[in-house]
């Protein structure tokens, strides 16, 4: 489980965090260990801690439409997708068939695959076809950084009075803090945090959960 530990954790850290946080099932650890062995890439996936972080808070708003915006191969969706009440669906965008076809496995293994949606397009496109309404309920951004303002902009008008939308990475291992910065994500995240905080048409605080998680919500 090498690279899943938060950059703000020591290990000896972690492993407590870790200790105080819903263990992980079978399904999990195999998809774990499956992502692990496509090697550094296996560190996009969202650390077990976090996941039931996201698990509390969709058990808590209880979406009956959810979005996640980059799904690699399904942590973070299956833990969304078994939260969700009753009836309620989760969205889910990517552009990669491979790490996705991973995560499908894992739904089915879970016994939720039946209340997930997967479209492989840039996740712009499905977003900008959903329906102007207010009905996305629940949001996770974890895809390209450069597309976050992008994806937040198609979201937002679009959430629901109690919505949230949790953004992963906010604090890219603390490279936000790189004033003079050229690297294309890290600015994308400094634009994109700056953005929100001056946003008056939401109210968010940035957690340092993770790589830091912005947690919004319309005012
Ligand atoms: C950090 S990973 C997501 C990790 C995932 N949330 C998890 O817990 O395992 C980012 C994902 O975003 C996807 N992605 C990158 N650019 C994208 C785009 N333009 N549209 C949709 N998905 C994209 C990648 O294919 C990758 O699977």
């Not at 078994?82 to 499908?104: H, Q």
């Not at 303002?149 to 679009?158: G, H, K, M, S």
């Amino acid at each position: 489980m090498a690279g899943h530990r938060s950059f703000f954790l020591d290990e000896d850290l972690d492993a407590y965090v870790q200790a105080h946080s819903p263990p992980v099932d079978d399904v999990q650890r195999s998809l774990i260990e499956e992502t692990d062995s496509l090697g550094p890439v296996a560190r996009m996936q969202v650390a077990p801690d976090q996941a039931a972080f996201l698990a509390l808070l969709v058990a808590a708003v209880r979406p009956k439409f959810a979005v996640e915006v980059g799904t690699f191969t399904g942590f973070s969706s299956l833990a969304i997708a078994r939260a969700l009440p009753e009836g309620g669906r989760l969205l889910c965008c990517d552009i990669s068939t491979e790490w996705t076809d991973i995560a499908r496995r894992h739904w089915s293994m879970a016994g939720v695959d039946d209340r997930i949606d997967l479209v492989i397009a840039p996740a712009i496109e499905t977003l900008q076809a959903l329906p102007d309404a207010r009905h996305v309920d629940f949001a996770f951004l974890d895809a390209d950084k450069a597309g976050y303002l992008a994806y937040y902009e198609e979201l937002v008008p679009r959430m629901s009075p109690h919505g949230i939308i949790a953004v992963d990475n906010v604090l890219w291992s603390g490279r936000v803090l790189d004033a003079g910065t050229e690297d294309t994500d890290t600015v994308a995240l400094q634009e994109f945090n700056d953005h929100v905080m001056a946003d008056d048409r939401v109210t968010s605080v940035l957690l340092s959960v993770g790589d830091g998680v912005n947690l919004i919500r319309p005012a």
